[in-house]
C-alpha cells in the first residue's frame, strides 16, 4: 500500500495598506491574536490575490478600496505565531467613513510617529516598510535579500 505524501504548505493572505488623507488604516482585531492589525486575511479558494484584498478591506472597514499597487509579499515562517502564512500587500485608497465590522473590533487612522503600540503579527515591519517607500526609498533598498 503506498502512503500519500502529507503537504505541508504556508496559508495565503492578503493584507492593504489602506490610505485616507494622511493617514493609514489599522483595525483591532476581535479574535487572537489581539491588537491592532492592518485589515486583511485568508485567500479564499478560486478568488484572485486583488479580490481577496478588496473583499477584505470591505468585510472590515467597511470601506470600497482602489488597490493602487502590490506592494511587497511578506513570507518569514514566523510572521504569524498561529502557522506558517504567506500575505502579499497592497497600497490602496479610500474615501468615506470606516466602520469597524467582522472581524474588526474598532479602527484607528494612524500617522508613522502615532502608531498603537499592540501591533500584532510582522504588520508593524510591513508598515515601517511602507513609510520608508513612501520617503522615497526604493522597493530594492528596502527588500534587499541581506535586510530580510
Known amino acids: 500500500m503506498k502512503l500519500q505524501p502529507k ?14 488623507e494622511s493617514r493609514i488604516l489599522l483595525i483591532e482585531r476581535v479574535n487572537p491574536p489581539l491588537g491592532w492589525a492592518l485589515p486583511g486575511g485568508f485567500v479564499d479558494y478560486g478568488e484572485s490575490l486583488e ?8 468585510e472590515e472597514t467597511s470601506l470600497d478600496v482602489q488597490l493602487d499597487e502590490q506592494f511587497h509579499t511578506y513570507s518569514a515562517p514566523n510572521r504569524d505565531p498561529r502557522h506558517h502564512s504567506v500575505t502579499t500587500v497592497y497600497i ?3 474615501h468615506g467613513t470606516p466602520r469597524a465590522a ?19 503579527f510582522d504588520h508593524r515591519k510591513i508598515i515601517t516598510d ?7 526609498a526604493a522597493k530594492q533598498d528596502i527588500f534587499h535579500p541581506s535586510r530580510s
Open 7 to 20: 503537504h505541508r504548505n504556508p496559508l495565503l493572505t492578503v493584507d492593504v495598506i489602506i490610505e485616507i
Open 51 to 58: 479580490t481577496s484584498a478588496i473583499r477584505e478591506a470591505l
Open 130 to 136: 511602507y513609510y520608508q517607500y513612501k520617503k522615497g
Open 102 to 120: 467582522d472581524d474588526a473590533k474598532n479602527i484607528v487612522l494612524c500617522t508613522a510617529d502615532k502608531l498603537p503600540q499592540n501591533i500584532v
Open 92 to 94: 490602496a485608497r479610500a
